[in-house]
């Protein structure tokens, strides 16, 4: 043993250098480290949610839930599969064995569902994600106004906000919920459909056919040859009543106006958003995976203040959930616990021991500790989260001690 300290105090600039190492690896792993409230794990399980309109519960699950279970089964390692159904949705939960490759897992689940897509009804739109922390919203904002009507609230901030704030570094999704959504609005008088010989398929299909962008031919010039496109898309609805939905007779056309009337609507709501009494909407920002919690909620900040003046008057903008205080919470509490260990460290050590070499090195340990320990949670690929954080906690008390 003696030996071994007199080792160590003849190559005490060597240990110095390995502390100073280490502090350095630590702040630099402290400033990298993926943080969230839990986690980064990764569940044998992948959701697949379909949404099917109106559809009765009892259709929807002979022509959606039943195809899904039959497709979703054929994967290999799948464990057990439950479906929940609702009138125009259904939520199929996938469980595998617990040693599935679950990158390689989706990627099977997806080309299955694919496989049977087509023979799902028109309109089914497929949302197919791995369980992660990642899927729950790390960030909501509430948007409201008192000038503009809100239909153009919904316009401002599909179309303005949320592209903008998508763009943002660690940003996966940003959801829109609630609104008064802008439609144009069809209105088929029964009466003259029945005399002009058509269904109401067939004038749908054709207004489906003459809103589209399509390539009607190509145009050759100079050694280059343009594509001639069409614009379909709609910017004044009276522009729908001109449509020729058939011709009869000795080819007279039959107008979309000769059977309905055409104007302007909202879609049916399905969902009230209500912030301080107001109507308006709500934004939900979901993080990517392995991603800082705190710097993501930062940098949403940051484009919101800059976003703000850009918006026209009246529309506010406020924050209505954020995960990660309890995240800077936590940081805060691990960094109250070294400052406070120090501090005493630092009077009980110099009261006792009346000698400041002592007190300084063990007032040293503690935070070489904590930078230690953000290094290893680095090498292992661990995260900034509630449970380390609080062990964290919980080992510098002993230290302290």
Do not use: C, H
């Amino acid at each position: 043993m003696i030996r071994f300290t007199k080792l160590l105090q003849s190559q005490a600039k060597a240990i110095y250098l390995i502390f100073v190492f280490m502090a350095i690896l630590g702040i630099l792993a402290y400033s990298n480290l993926p943080s969230g409230v839990y986690p980064e794990l990764s569940f044998p399980r992948i959701a697949v949610i379909a949404e099917a309109g109106n559809v009765a519960p009892e259709q929807v699950v002979l022509t959606v839930t039943r195809p899904l279970e039959v497709a979703t089964n054929q994967v290999y390692g799948v464990q057990k599969i439950r479906s929940k159904t609702a009138r125009g949705s259904t939520e199929l939960s996938i469980e595998f064995q617990p040693t599935t490759d679950m990158q390689q897992a989706l990627q099977q689940l997806e080309a299955k569902i694919n496989e049977v897509r087509s023979t799902l009804p028109a309109g089914v739109n497929l949302t197919v994600e791995r369980v992660t922390p990642a899927i729950f919203p790390v960030l909501s904002y509430n948007v409201t106004t008192d000038t503009l009507a809100q239909t153009d609230l919904y316009s401002i901030t599909q179309y303005q906000i949320l592209p903008y704030l998508s763009r943002v570094a660690g940003v996966a999704l940003v959801n829109l919920q609630g609104g008064n959504i802008p439609e144009v609005e069809v209105q088929i008088d029964p009466n003259r459909l029945q005399n002009s010989g058509l269904s109401l398929s067939q004038v749908a299909d054709t207004i489906g056919r003459s809103t589209q962008n399509q390539a009607v031919g190509k145009l050759d010039s100079n050694y280059q040859q343009n594509l001639i496109v069409t614009n379909g898309q709609l910017i004044d609805p009276s522009a729908l009543t001109g449509i020729v939905v058939t011709t009869k007779g000795a080819g007279k056309p039959v107008f979309l106006e000769d059977l309905a009337q055409v104007s302007l609507g909202e879609a049916d709501r399905t969902q009230i958003i209500s912030a301080k009494g107001k109507p308006g909407l709500t934004l939900n920002i979901f993080r990517q995976p392995n991603s800082n919690v705190v710097a993501v909620a930062g940098a949403v900040q940051q484009e919101i203040k800059s976003l703000e003046k850009s918006l026209p008057p009246g529309v506010q903008i406020a924050k209505a959930y954020d995960e990660s205080g309890l995240v800077v919470d936590a940081i805060a509490n691990v960094r109250d616990s070294i400052a406070i260990g120090i501090v005493l460290t630092i009077i009980v050590l110099y009261v006792f021991l009346r000698e400041w070499r002592s007190t300084v090195i063990a007032a040293i340990t503690i935070p070489l500790s904590a930078l230690a320990a953000f290094g290893v949670l680095s090498f292992v690929g661990q995260s900034l989260n509630l449970m380390s954080l609080g062990g964290l906690g919980r080992v510098f008390k002993l230290v302290i001690s």
